[in-house]
C-alpha cells in the first residue's frame, strides 16, 4: 500500500485530539501527496476503468490516489456527513457541483432551483476542499489525457449517495456503504 506524506502535528493546538483533520488540513495533505512523484508514479492505470489505491491519510482520515481514464467520470453523488477535499495531480478534471444543501434523509425526488450549478476545471496542482452532504461529479473530459488526484475525507466515509439528474430533477437512486467501494 503506498502512503502519502505525513500531516505534520500542531503544536499548542485546543482542539481535540478526536476532532479530526479540518478542510484546510485535508487539502494540505491532499496538494502534498499530488506533488509526490513517485506516489503519482505507483497508481496502476487502466485504460478502461477507473483504478484506486487507498492511502494513509491524516488524523483518521479516508484518503485515495485515483486514475481517471479520458472520459471518464463519478457521476452525482455525496460523502454524507463526511468533509473532503481533493487535488488533481495529474491531467485536468471537471467538477460540476450544486450549490445547495441537501435534506439528509428522507427523499426520493428533488426539483432543484435556478443558479444552483456551479463548474470548475482543476488542472494539475489545483484542488479544492468541501464541506458535509456537498454533492458533485467529477469528470476527465479529456479524449486522450489520463488524470490522477487525490482525495481525502473525515470522517471516513460512512456511506455515499448516488444520483441521477435530468434537468432541475435529482433523483436519490441508491445509497452505497464501504463494503461497496473497497
Known sequence: MASAPAVPARVGSARAASA???VDELLDFVRRAAEDEALIASLPLDPEGRTWVRLDGPGGSEAWLI??????GTGWHDH??????????SGT???HSLAVRLPTDGWKTLELNEGVDRSRELAAGQGRAFGQNHVHEVLNESDSVHAVSVHAYYPPLPRIRRFSRTG???RLEQTESPEDWQ
Not at 80 to 88: H, L, M, Y
Request: hydrophobic share 40%; charged share 10%; no cysteine.
Open 168 to 170: 432541475a430533477v435529482l
Open 80 to 89: 454524507a456527513d463526511s468533509v473532503g477535499a481533493f487535488t488533481t495531480a
Open 67 to 72: 486514475g481517471w481514464p479520458p472520459g471518464t
Open 93 to 95: 478534471l471537471k467538477e
Open 20 to 22: 479530526g483533520p479540518t
